[in-house]
């Protein structure tokens, strides 16, 4: 895997070229270089990159996808979306969301009163907003208030309950009325790991028996013509189109049922998320089996047959699908700190003057190793190594002697790679789960990778430069949490391979794709390491370089997240200079510049800065 699968997963968002990843636009940016910018400016740790460029593209081609399917059906209806605030809230990529919007049918989508107050304060006026998930009588007043304001809002009613809330203040406030949406509860099912949200047993919708009692309350209480969207959601990632085809089957007749039963309004089928992102950088590891195109015309082209069959007018189509609108626009880049077999030099050696026969062994192994015996001294060494180990058990051979074995079969094992380093990876790749390389990142997983964690979802890794040259090692990732998920292991069906870099004299950077989507909110500061610093990129061709580096966020300082979890930093900051205060035999003048470090320190981030290997200070 030399391109690191990438035409499977960027669709030309990145492209590698001279060796290095760069933005897939008219100028060629490379991804090092963007980071090297900033990281001349002091920061360090990991980098969340923003591209709003892609923000703006995904929502282009998801409106001239359906826009297309629409025309070639010669479809009726019209199309509409709104984006779920739930798949990332942060201002520096809702801002540029709503502005990428501004001449679309492109709102936003809540799930809290929190999310609410966004979408009504940034939803362009006439763009949709859509409130699902569970509310009280606040939380349908605040969708009143926003009515008041001129948005163009519906409540989605999750239960008969909540449809009841919306009939009281509905007589309490007057009108205008938001618009009421019912979810659906359908008997299909979504597929892969998000599926819960859909089918019979999920947490959420209205049976039929509670749409057939929900009808009848709106009538009775003159609510009626509000009612003007049905709404279903199958789950996230929809991995295979069937389920979503016979959940639109479903709908669609509930629809057209409802029509006959007098809904006149009624008039959008929303048709929730779950449009998947392809996340494989792997041939034959697709994380879907259709393209936007098949959907868009599955959901017009089946749409349309039902209203034909029922003879009813052509719906709205409306779709709430964030992770396709929100993947591709991060990337998160992780300083590679250290590689673990780095120590094992041949200078580290202390060969003694008598060595245990199978040490010797080793050494005859190492050094007369060539291509015709490669693989084969290779297995010998590593059944030496365990030989070796036991040996070290039972107290037959020295501590000594255990550092001679490890740092002679990593020798064997380098000097193996090399020497097959032109031949067909399939012939090590056997072994490459012995022979892996552990590299150490300056990141955490539980921040910034949650679903790793969480989900087993794997992101696309690649490195951002040297890719013109051929990566030997078989690589696991470590991140700087002390907790031992903290690692994406080799896998030999999905192999990752890395340079073999030496990181005391060059900088090694790898870039994770598409963590747009849910990864920041939902991530943990676990061991205390918090949201990255982050920065957005905006293309600009008047600019020498091409783009300009805007929003950039330092990551929270530690005072600042001792803060958070309800320290009282300043009782923390006088104990500590007490406790320097309080040491004897130290000099004033040396009281205080440790006190100086330490008040340095505490303004900074928690990720780290440097590490010293061999005295010398890097990174
Ligand atoms: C989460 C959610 C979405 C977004 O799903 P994606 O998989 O990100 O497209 C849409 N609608 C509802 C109701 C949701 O709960």
Redesign the pocket.
């Known amino acids: 895997m030399f391109d690191y699968g990438i035409k499977f997963w960027s669709k030309d968002d990145f492209v590698i070229e001279d060796g290095k990843v760069k933005i897939g636009a008219n100028r060629k940016i490379a991804l090092i270089d963007v980071v090297s910018k900033v990281r001349e400016s002091g920061y360090k740790g990991p980098l969340l990159i923003r591209f709003p460029h892609l923000i703006q593209k995904q929502i282009d081609k998801l409106f001239n996808s359906f826009n297309t399917s629409i025309k070639q059906y010669k479809y009726k209806g019209n199309f509409k979306a709104v984006f ?1 605030l ?2 990332n809230q942060f201002p520096n990529f809702i801002l540029p969301l709503v502005e990428a919007s501004m001449d679309r049918d492109y709102g936003l ?1 809540a ?1 809290s009163k929190a999310e609410l107050i966004i979408a009504m304060a940034y939803t362009n006026i006439n763009s949709p907003i859509t409130v ?2 569970f509310k009280d009588k606040e939380m349908i007043n605040l969708g009143f208030i926003a009515s008041n304001m001129g948005h163009n809002i519906t409540l ?1 009613i999750e239960g008969l309950n909540e449809l009841q809330t919306i009939i009281e203040v509905a007589k309490d406030m007057g009108s205008p009325y938001p618009n009421i949406g019912l ?1 659906i509860r359908l008997h299909s099912m979504g597929s892969g790991v ?1 599926a819960k ?1 859909g089918g019979i047993n999920s947490k ?1 919708g209205l049976t039929s028996t509670e749409l057939l009692e929900a009808v009848k309350l709106l009538k009775k209480s003159n609510l009626i013509s509000q009612f003007s969207m049905i ?1 279903f ?1 199958i ?4 991995s295979d189109i069937s389920p979503l085809k016979k959940a639109l089957r479903e709908a669609g007749n509930i629809y057209a049922e409802l029509r006959k039963m007098g809904c006149e309004n009624l008039n959008i089928v929303n048709i ?5 992102v392809e996340y494989t950088q792997h041939q034959g590891y697709n994380n879907r089996n259709y393209t936007l195109d098949e959907f868009s015309g599955d959901v017009v082209f089946s749409l349309k047959e039902i209203a034909k069959n029922k003879k009813e007018k052509e719906p709205d189509i409306f779709i ?7 993947a591709s626009h991060a990337v998160l880049v992780a300083p590679v700190l250290e590689l673990f077999s780095q120590e094992y030099d041949e200078r580290a050696l202390r060969l003694k003057d008598k060595n245990p026969k199978l040490i010797e062994e080793l050494l005859d192994l190492y050094n007369s190793i060539d291509e015709r015996h490669a693989m084969e001294y290779l297995h010998d060494s590593l059944d030496h190594m365990e030989s070796l180990l036991t040996l070290f058990d039972l107290g037959y051979i020295d501590l000594q002697d255990r550092s001679n074995t490890e740092i002679l079969v990593h020798l064997i094992i380098k000097k193996v790679i090399r020497i097959l380093k032109h031949k067909n990876h399939n012939e090590i790749l056997q072994i490459q789960e012995q022979i892996q390389e552990r590299y150490l990142l300056n990141c955490s997983f539980f921040q910034s990778m949650p679903d790793y964690w969480g989900l087993g979802q794997n992101f696309p890794v690649m490195p951002l430069d040297k890719l013109n040259t051929r990566p030997t090692r078989s690589a696991s990732l470590w991140d700087i949490t002390c907790d031992s998920d903290g690692e994406i292991s080799f896998n030999k069906n999905t192999p990752l391979f890395l340079h073999d870099i030496d990181i005391k004299n060059e900088e090694y950077f790898l870039g994770f794709f598409l963590v747009g ?2 990864q920041e909110v939902l991530g943990m500061k676990h061991n205390l390491f918090t949201h990255p610093t982050e920065f957005s990129i905006i293309l600009d061709d008047d600019e020498d370089c091409g783009y300009l580096v805007e929003n950039l966020l330092e990551a929270q300082n530690i005072l600042d997240v001792l803060d958070d979890l309800d320290y009282d930093t300043k009782d923390i900051e006088r104990r500590l200079k007490q406790r320097i205060d309080d040491v004897e035999n130290l000099s004033d003048e040396y009281k205080k510049e440790v006190l100086g470090q330490l008040y340095i320190m505490l303004s900074e981030n928690g990720y780290l800065r440097t590490i010293t290997i061999s005295g010398k200070s890097i990174k």
């Open positions: 779920p739930k798949v989508e799930g699902n998930g989605t979810r998000w949200s959420f709404h959601h789950g996230s990632q929809i929730g998320g779950g449009l998947a709430e699908s964030g992770r396709f609108v929100a989507a849910y």
